[in-house]
């Protein structure tokens, strides 16, 4: 049975941390894992714990610890990912590492917040640190957190998030375990509280602020082997394809079609058990066991297809499918002339289009990481479509894969210094019916990076190239593509807009967004808001004026080599192949799983940066779509005519060299399971980041 410990962690300057160790039958020694997080393990999420004493089982001793000024640890929290936080935990790592019971290899895992500290630490290269799972989580604070989206400021979550860790914070540590003196620490907590959404107002560039905690410019140190795994419908998908190539150590990607949940409950499905797929990584890394997981498809995915919108559906049609590299070899670039598209919605077909920006348009695009009530999923698309720019390409003659990020380039002018554009691809079926696939938001003032915005100059021409977030989904034939399109402008405190009027000059999609500004600077305090906020937001104009049509490049498999499907993945306890699954109803689902009445610490209920609240809290959904102009698109694809065959029952799918996976049907998926959510900004592009200077 497992044994359950309290124990305070000393660190270098006197503070001590509070973690729970679950040990496991036996004398031992065992590997050590541990999970970081400052959502009070002892009160708030304390119905974790058997999630814990899972992994203990299967022979580790499980390290769940509050990070400094958290919980009934020690120290003030001053902000997320402080530095001094994560030296606390390189030095947790080897406290454990060191240990009578320890082997002296330890292991990092987490959901969110834990996965960014798995990620931290690991840049730091601790000697003991042999392996990390990252899940939801992200190599990018700036870009890829609860913070900023495409250069615009995330307006819910810095309202959602902040608001209640600035409450969690307040929290007196737990009487029971810190003993005497327990009321002297409150009153510190709370003296020195200060609400970490003051620096992230404060910093609207991608400086060194957000450079700390972020290891996307430092990914090849990590010598620790690395799982990471990720959700199509979750805001931290991107480290995927754009860290892969860049490891160094031995690295697999796991992403289904799940929202900032738990694995085994989120909406939409199919499902699976997360605790197996840890246990295999860990086994191999930490106590050395030949299971054969390094030798297996390094990249592995749900391969999401054509299904019909709904903001509560329980699962997308799909197959599970691997492939052996990052990009693919079968991948090949597809590049859509937006010439030859159909214009729709407020386009005009005669080259000169114009607009009127609305606030209202793109709600039913939905916030990212959102699963469920209240945020939930898309929805059909075409009210938005109505009052946006859309570009229809003619039905497909054979399915279209694709797997990446699709790209949109264009050539736009603007009146106003400050505007973002916005794109959504969708897949259109037969019956009208849009399903939103990816979308993409630029703050124009961002075009040539975050480090250094600059105004868009007065009605001159610039190329942009904007870039969607990750993504997989196959049109099946006799469906549309379609890209939604439309700009918006930003706020400036203290005064009117006047009337805004973009040209999009036929070559490339193109958008356009806001300008930078800094807060403004009280002498007394570190940071304060603008003084005061204009909200009237008049109408305003957008003209796309005819040219040379471009295109949208996405960058598709060969057709030459179909793909096929694989299995689930392993260790969980349905074994049948996805491929099965193509007669099922969506009342069903496609992937049973065995339920505990607690959630695990890999797949819980909660969502890891909120893990107890049932509210969204991350990547956010800019209110406008996008704006198309006679531009091109790019994307990744890959080929989606499949052969049948059976799974590998280990992997969701082996792949043949330069291939698709191995050993399965091209089949779709339907049913699902329950959700949780983690909460997503509502409109992005609300923020200071909008006000220029």
Same mark, same amino acid.
């Given at each position: ?44 999420? $304390? ?5 814990? !004493? /899972?992994? &203990? #089982?299967?022979?580790? *001793? +499980?390290?769940? @610890?509050?990070? =400094? ?7 003030? $929290? ?5 530095? !001094? /936080?994560? &030296? #606390?935990?390189?030095? *947790? +790592?080897?406290? @454990?590492?060191? =240990? ?594």
């Amino acid at each position: 049975m497992t044994r359950r410990e309290l124990v305070a962690i000393p660190m270098a300057d006197g503070v001590e941390l509070s973690a729970t160790l679950f040990f496991p039958e036996g004398d031992g020694p065992w590997p050590a894992v541990m999970e970081a997080l400052p959502y009070r393990k002892d009160d708030l999420t $304390a119905a974790y714990r058997p999630g814990y !004493a /899972e992994l &203990a #089982d299967a022979g580790y *001793v +499980v390290c769940w @610890l509050d990070v =400094r000024g958290t919980g009934s640890s020690g120290g003030i $929290a001053t902000d997320e990912y402080s530095d !001094a /936080e994560r &030296a #606390d935990l390189v030095a *947790v +790592v080897d406290h @454990l590492a060191t =240990r009578d019971w320890s082997t002296g290899a330890v292991g990092m895992f987490g959901t969110s917040y834990g996965g960014f500290t798995s990620l931290q630490v690991a840049a730091e290269r601790p000697p003991a640190l042999k392996a990390i799972v990252p899940i939801f989580a992200s190599d990018d604070r700036y870009t890829d957190d609860v913070h900023h989206f495409g250069g615009a400021l995330k307006q819910l979550d810095v309202v959602d998030y902040p608001t209640y860790m600035v409450a969690m914070n307040a929290l007196p540590p737990v009487p029971k375990i810190w003993g005497e003196g327990w009321r002297e620490e409150w009153d510190r907590r709370v003296d020195a509280l200060e609400p970490w959404v003051l620096p992230w107002i404060e910093h609207q560039r991608r400086d060194a602020y957000w450079r700390r905690g972020s290891v996307r410019e430092s990914i090849e140190d990590i010598e620790a082997a690395t799982m990471i795994v990720g959700g199509w419908a979750d805001g931290y998908t991107n480290i995927a394809f754009r860290s892969f190539p860049r490891f160094r150590a031995p690295v697999r990607l796991l992403i289904g079609p799940w929202a900032h949940a738990a694995t085994e409950t989120s909406l939409p499905g199919p499902n699976i058990r997360l605790n197996p797929e840890l246990v295999r990584w860990f086994d191999r890394w930490l106590k050395g066991i030949d299971n054969g997981i390094d030798r297996e498809p390094p990249i592995v995915v749900f391969a999401q297809r054509s299904t019909v919108p709904d903001p509560l559906r329980r699962e997308v049609r799909g197959v599970w499918r691997s492939e052996p590299g990052w990009p693919p070899a079968r991948a090949v670039p597809t590049e859509l002339a937006l010439a030859k598209a159909e214009p729709g919605g407020l386009a005009s077909a005669d080259g000169g289009d114009e607009l009127a920006i609305r606030g209202d348009v793109g709600a039913s695009a939905w916030i990212s990481c959102a699963g469920v009530m209240p945020w939930v999923q898309p929805a059909d698309q075409r009210p938005d479509e109505e009052r946006s720019l859309t570009y229809t390409w003619e039905p497909l003659e054979e399915e279209l894969e694709i797997l990446g990020h699709p790209r949109l380039q264009v050539r736009i002018a603007s009146s106003v210094p400050v505007a973002y554009l916005s794109a959504k691809v969708c897949d259109v079926f037969p019956d009208g019916s849009s399903s939103l696939v990816v979308r993409g938001l630029l703050n124009l003032t961002h075009r040539d990076g975050s480090e250094h915005p600059t105004p868009m100059p007065y009605d001159a021409v610039e190329e942009i190239d904007l870039e969607l977030e990750a993504c997989s989904w196959t049109f099946e034939e006799g469906h549309r593509i379609r890209l939604i399109s439309q700009p918006r402008i930003g706020r400036t405190p203290g005064r009117r807009r006047s009337p805004v009027c973009f040209r999009s000059i036929a070559t490339r999609a193109s958008s356009s967004s806001p300008c930078w500004r800094e807060p403004h600077r009280s002498p007394t305090r570190r940071s304060s808001f603008p003084r005061r906020w204009n909200n009237a937001i008049p109408t305003n104009r957008v003209t796309e004026t005819g040219g040379a049509a471009t295109s949208m490049r996405l960058t598709t498999s060969s057709a030459q080599r179909p793909a096929t499907a694989g299995s689930l993945p392993a260790g969980n306890t349905d074994r049948r192949s996805l491929s099965d699954t193509r007669a099922w109803s969506g009342s069903r689902r496609a992937i049973p799983v065995a339920r505990s009445p607690t959630a695990s610490p890999s797949s819980r209920s909660g969502s890891p940066k909120r893990p107890f609240v049932r509210s969204p809290a991350c990547g956010s959904t800019p209110t406008a779509t996008p704006t198309g102009s006679r531009s091109s698109w790019s994307w990744t694809t890959t080929a989606a005519n499949a052969t049948g065959g059976a799974g590998n029952g280990r992997s969701p799918g082996r792949c043949s060299e330069g291939g698709p996976p191995s050993g399965a049907s091209d089949a779709a998926a339907d049913g699902a399971r329950t959700p949780e959510t983690r909460n997503p900004g509502a409109m992005a592009g609300a923020g200071l980041d909008e006000v220029p200077r």
